[in-house]
């Protein structure tokens, strides 16, 4: 059975109302006693009562992590490393609430009483009915992922387009000139981003845009493997491709390999996340890091700094990405 307030009130003797003042870091207590207090707390292991606590300080201690959908586009490294990196700032102060904003047909139950902040994972501008909303409703909010333009909000997003622009580069620099994209999920600012910061490669360098090196994909390992086979069927096939994801990478090698050819003798892969998964395949994927824990325990802090100071701030912050050289990129063929 865990201790409660009147376990620390004995052993302290005080009185259970001195034991829940020092605990929630009152003035009015003496800090030789309020040591003395949390001391005993340890030593009991103590674990608070949200619920009771709650209702005495109409706080919810639940924090909300929305994704704009869990079920197309979030990987499952990008979802794992987003929630660990939240939890571990949040620690044991907050209950940690995880939902896709397409779960709801309302938002109505979405309240100050329910959540005292929320961090929001966003890929499109179809999230900014979303985002007005809680703004209305008063909640804490940052934004993460994408940039968005709406008053006032905090907004930490990744170097993405420079990222898919490095990435290009050094593709060229490898001496490929015949360079295709599988693009990320349609709609998504990450895709565009992405896409626009190859295309930029291409014509900084004055390599003609090919309209068959373009192929769509969904941002998982399918429909790498479908896009590539689009691209292996073409009579003048890519010496190298870059793949707006890492899992459409994994697809696309599957499919070079399954007829035959090379990854990267024949043709080169570079990916984009740098994923778990980079690491463990044949070849080792190059990929461009996305700081996705720099995103999410940033994020994390500033929410929490939102709420205990309650004040409105808007704020966009930029975190670089960065370019991870593995075995999948070669010069290529005859070069």
Not at 124 to 133: A, C, G, L, R, T
Not at 311 to 323: G, M, P, V
Request: glycine share 6%; with cysteine.
């Amino acid at each position: 059975m865990n201790s409660t307030i009147k376990d620390i009130a004995k052993l302290c003797n005080v009185s259970h109302t001195t034991v829940s003042r020092a605990i929630n870091g009152s003035p009015l207590i003496k800090e030789k006693t309020k040591s003395r207090i949390l001391e005993a707390a340890v030593q009991l292991n103590y674990v608070p009562n949200l619920n009771a606590k709650s209702l005495v300080l109409q706080k919810s201690y639940n924090i909300g992590l929305f994704f704009s959908t869990l079920g197309q586009g979030t990987s499952s490294d990008f979802f794992h490393q987003t929630v660990e990196g939240v939890n571990r700032i949040i620690g044991r102060e907050y209950n940690l609430v995880v939902s896709g904003i397409d779960d709801y047909s309302d938002f109505y139950t979405i309240n100050i009483k329910r959540f005292d902040g929320i961090l929001l994972i966003s890929q499109s501008d179809s999230d900014d009915p979303f985002i007005k909303y809680i703004l209305n409703e008063g909640i804490p909010l940052v934004v993460l992922n994408r940039e968005t333009e709406l008053y006032p909000v905090i907004n930490i997003v990744a170097a993405e387009s420079m990222g898919a622009y490095n990435a290009t580069q050094h593709l060229i620099k490898c001496g490929h000139r015949s360079i295709a994209i599988i693009e990320g999920l349609s709609g998504f600012k990450s895709s565009e981003n992405r896409k626009a910061g190859f295309f930029k490669a291409l014509n900084d360098n004055q390599i003609d845009t090919n309209n068959d090196f373009s192929v769509k994909g969904r941002y998982n390992i399918e429909s790498g493997y479908e896009a590539m086979k689009q691209l292996l069927l073409l009579k003048k096939r890519p010496t190298a491709v870059f793949c707006s994801n890492d899992e459409m990478a994994v697809g696309a090698i599957k499919a070079i390999q399954d007829v035959g050819l090379n990854v990267p003798r024949d043709i080169s892969i570079i990916g984009f996340d740098d994923s778990m998964v980079c690491s463990y395949i044949t070849p080792e994927l190059s990929s461009v890091r996305k700081p996705t824990n720099d995103i999410s325990t940033g994020g994390a802090r500033k929410l929490l700094s939102l709420i205990r100071e309650r004040t409105k701030q808007s704020e966009r912050i930029y975190i670089d990405t960065e370019l991870i050289l593995r075995k999948s990129v070669s010069a290529p063929p005859n070069y």
